[in-house]
């Protein structure tokens, strides 16, 4: 799991294509950004940084950026990278979409439970003994309202 840290930063050097350096962060992983100046910057490199021990073990220029050579005083911070942030929203769409088959599929079961009871409410009402019922279940009442039966008891 990607670990982050708040105002962490630190000047290096490092070659093109090294894929370890000394590093003061707790053991985890982390994208790093490199970049040649603490303002104006011209050049980015984004790494995925393996800390066990003080000692990073990197894999180069990821999210589209390019394995470069670092020169003395080139700055390495942690920040919420785009990449990072399109993983965490892929992740959330994703979510949302089997919530929302969920919801539908409950709302199918809700209607059918629903169904259920009033079938047995039917069944176990107090109707009397041998009412009669038409087709879709519903019990048959004369002009009066009364229950319309088979006339034997159960």
Excluded: C, H
Excluded at 19 to 44: C, E, H, K, Q
Excluded at 56 to 65: D, K, P, S, W, Y
């Amino acid at each position: 799991m990607q670990k982050f840290v708040n105002n962490w930063m630190t000047l290096f050097a490092l070659a093109e294509g090294s894929t370890s350096m000394s590093i003061d962060l707790p053991d985890g992983i982390y994208l790093i950004t490199f970049t040649d100046a603490l303002f104006n910057a011209v050049r980015w490199e984004i790494v995925r940084a393996e800390v066990v021990g003080g000692v990073a073990t990197l894999v180069r220029g990821r999210e589209g950026t390019d394995d470069q050579g670092w020169p003395e005083g080139s700055v390495a911070y942690v920040s919420v990278t785009a990449g990072f942030l399109e993983g965490v929203q892929e992740r959330l769409d994703s979510q949302q979409a089997l919530i929302a088959s969920q919801q539908d599929q409950l709302i199918g079961q809700a209607g059918q439970i629903a169904d259920l009871l009033s079938r047995v409410a039917a069944l176990e009402g107090g109707e009397p003994a041998g009412a009669l019922t038409n087709a879709s279940g519903d019990v048959l009442t004369n002009a009066t309202g009364q229950i319309l039966t088979t006339g034997v008891a159960a």
